[in-house]
């Protein structure tokens, strides 16, 4: 394989407007997600930035940034509108949607998450074990239904915001990191918005529903994410300790 990360960015958040640009520590997210997608050792990091100010960010950091349309609905479409300027004869065969939004992410898990094309899969992406009630409650935390029955990829079969499956055992944690395999990314962004997942505000269910493939890979913990202002003052916390 010859991966690609790209980091998807804007500053139109719902949530937390202008997040991406956010101080942690004395540098922009970004960067910081910019820095860690560089530790990761894949060879080409490009953020895909819906603002000029994101691509200005990263740039004395020396990473490529391309510039794609600010209203494109997903993070997926624009990774797959900054590998059509940037790599048109796909070259680079697997694209790593890195999401921008992760300051405090282990380099590894870019690696990690391609593991499941190896096997196959149409898409990689990765889980952590839940241990808190309040996690495993919680609509924001998405979680998978898959079982791990060796070191090989689990499939996934469901994302759902409420607590799956049913019984005894792991609940899995979504963490938002995919490797895609550039056809099924071509694919997934050309479908229509799908039933389950306009139900469900998830879009990975569109390729499920599609009949695409999803592998997980299980990581120790879900890395911080930053949606909210608490999320972001949770960051700042966990890097200042």
């Avoid at 994101?54 to 997903?74: H, K, N, Q, R, Y």
């Avoid at 499941?116 to 074990?129: Q, S, Y």
């Avoid at 079982?147 to 090989?152: G, Y």
Wanted: aromatic share 4%; with cysteine; net charge negative.
């Amino acid at each position: 394989m010859n991966p690609i990360i790209v980091i998807p960015s804007r500053l139109a958040s719902t949530r937390l407007p202008a997040k991406a640009l956010a101080d942690i520590g004395g540098e922009p997210m970004i960067v910081r997600v910019a820095r860690r997608a560089r530790d990761s050792g894949v060879a080409r990091i490009v953020v895909a930035a819906g603002d000029e100010a994101i691509a200005e960010a990263v740039a004395p950091l020396g990473i490529e940034a391309v510039l794609t349309p600010p209203d494109l609905p997903s993070g997926a479409d624009r990774v797959h509108a900054a590998l059509d300027i940037i790599d048109p004869a796909g070259l680079h065969d697997v694209a790593i949607n890195l999401q921008g939004d992760l300051p405090l992410i282990d380099p590894e898990v870019a690696r990690i998450a391609c593991l499941p094309l190896e096997d196959g899969f149409d898409i990689g992406t990765l889980v952590a074990p839940i241990a808190d009630e309040y996690e495993r409650q919680a609509s924001s935390v998405v979680k998978v239904a898959c079982a791990f029955t060796s070191e090989r990829p689990a499939r996934a079969l469901y994302f759902s915001r409420a607590t799956i499956p049913w019984g005894d055992g792991p609940v899995w944690h979504h963490v938002g990191i995919y490797a895609w395999r550039r056809a099924a990314l071509a694919r997934f962004v050309a479908l229509p918005r799908s039933p389950l997942e306009a139900r469900e505000g998830l879009e990975q269910l569109r390729a499920l529903e599609a009949g695409m493939t999803i592998g997980c890979m299980n990581i120790a913990h879900a890395p911080l994410g930053v949606d909210t202002a608490e999320d972001l003052a949770r960051v700042r916390a966990a890097l200042a300790s």
